[in-house]
């Protein structure tokens, strides 16, 4: 098993950056593809961005294109979302997910049948 915990977090106005972390525990000595997704109040979780073990290959969605940069500690199950140019839209609890290497495709991070999820952190983002 596999352990995911969120951080970084908060309250933030329009405008401004927050960055989430991820860490794992539990079977870490296995590689993981890792990524984010994020669920807004009445709305279903949606995918926000992916990135591959080896760091190489990224994914994004398109509302977060160009603001939100996800990155990795190389060679460790860590993983990270800079946010820049946050709107209220944006506001949401964001979950972190790990996957089995071999699978990374766009259509399964998009899917959200991943195999590790974090509990979550809350972002709120006020205009």
């Known amino acids: 098993q596999v352990q995911l915990v969120e951080s970084g977090g908060g309250l933030v106005q329009a405008g401004g950056s927050l960055r989430l972390s991820c860490a794992t525990s539990?079977?870490?000595?296995?590689?993981?593809?890792m990524g984010w997704s994020r669920q807004a109040p009445g709305k279903e979780r949606e995918f926000v961005a992916a990135?591959?073990?080896?760091?190489?290959?990224?994914y994004y969605a398109d509302s977060v294109k160009g603001r939100f940069t996800i990155s990795r500690d190389g060679g460790k199950n860590t993983v990270y979302l800079q946010m820049n140019t946050l709107k209220p839209e944006d506001t949401a609890v964001y979950y972190c997910?790990?996957?089995?290497?071999?699978?990374?495709?766009?259509?399964?991070?998009?899917?959200?049948?991943?195999?590790?999820w974090g509990q979550g952190t809350q972002v709120t983002v006020s205009s």
């Open positions: 997910a790990a996957d089995n290497v071999g699978r990374f495709r766009r259509s399964r991070w998009d899917s959200q049948y991943l195999d590790y």
């Open positions: 539990g079977r870490t000595f296995r590689p993981y593809d």
């Open positions: 990135i591959s073990w080896s760091g190489d290959f990224t």
